[in-house]
């Protein structure tokens, strides 16, 4: 598999817009905002989507029905900006493991970045350093398959 396997563009600005519902303006993830929804929300100690994680969270998105995924640099949504670039591809387990193997300094450079579908039914927060925590936001039927192994806590 390689870069050019991913398809990359730039979101439109109805889903911009939507998005950045989701974040403060210092970048991160509105908490508030995720609990308005009903939402829950776990952590990990980790920043990898790897082995049984990837499967679990691939089952969890096709779950929903979810074909397709969109990745995002957090900073690129907080920036108010109506040009975000942005990754698509399948939600596969293998396409989840895949975009974090690659050097993607000189194509989108992945510091804290998001992954969620068209519907923004779900959020995963993916930092770019083991010194933040991954995280998952979603409805418990989401959180319920996308959340297993060791480690994960409990946010709200």
Sequence with gaps: MA???FKRGFLNEGLVFRLSGYFKADGYIDFDKIRSLDWGGYALDDKNIFDEDADCLSLAINGIDAGSVFLVRGMDVSANSNRVEC?????TKERLEE???FDFDLELPLLDCVLFDEEIRFLVFRPATFDKDMMYFGPSSFLNSAVCGEGWRKIF
């Design 3 to 5: 870069l050019s396997d």
């Design 87 to 91: 990754l698509i591809f399948e939600s």
């Design 99 to 101: 975009f974090q193997r």
